[in-house]
């Protein structure tokens, strides 16, 4: 799950709901009748390249607040955009997260959730709500290193040794 939070990183980039090279401080978001929702550990102070490499949750969690322009206090209700996971979804697509890759094979969406409930949308920022195939992440992965050039995969079908194709 935590492989999306670069793509959750560009949903933030795209909105203005996180700058480059922002600090925020790691803690855990606790919303009414859940439990805390955190990092595996609290990671003190962190800018958005340093969340990533610690897969910072609560850092993901305040971009998605901040995208759905909540105002989160602790152990309240959290209300967000209607619109907050559309747009988290939208961008996942761009990559190739949650949507068929147009593979030569028959594929699979991987699973969409139905529900646009405040505690799920931050769930979805850091991989934890809808699902993905590998081909999915291995597309998504390629599109970032391919510079956001989304390319359809394509199996390879042989390959040539002394001119003979195998």
Do not use: H, M
């Not at 969409?112 to 405040?118: A, E, H, I, L, Y």
Request: aromatic share 12%; glycine share 10%; with cysteine.
């Amino acid at each position: 799950g935590s492989a999306v939070k670069g793509a959750s990183n560009i949903v933030g980039y795209e909105t203005g709901a996180l700058k480059i090279g922002e600090k925020r401080s790691d803690y855990c978001i606790k919303l009414k009748n859940l439990e805390a929702k955190c990092s595996y550990k609290n990671l003190g102070v962190l800018d958005d390249l340093t969340a990533l490499k610690y897969s910072s949750n609560s850092y993901q969690y305040q971009t998605a607040i901040k995208l759905g322009e909540g105002n989160y206090k602790y152990n309240k209700n959290l209300k967000l955009k209607d619109n907050t996971l559309e747009i988290y979804r939208k961008i996942f697509n761009e990559f190739g997260l949650g949507v068929k890759t147009e593979i030569d094979l028959l594929e699979s969406s991987g699973f969409v959730g139905n529900q646009n409930k405040p505690e799920l949308i931050l769930d979805f920022s850091v991989g934890q709500y809808d699902t993905y195939t590998p081909i999915q992440f291995n597309q998504y992965i390629n599109t970032i290193a391919n510079g956001g050039n989304r390319l359809k995969p394509q199996l390879l079908k042989g390959y040539y040794i002394n001119n003979n194709f195998i």
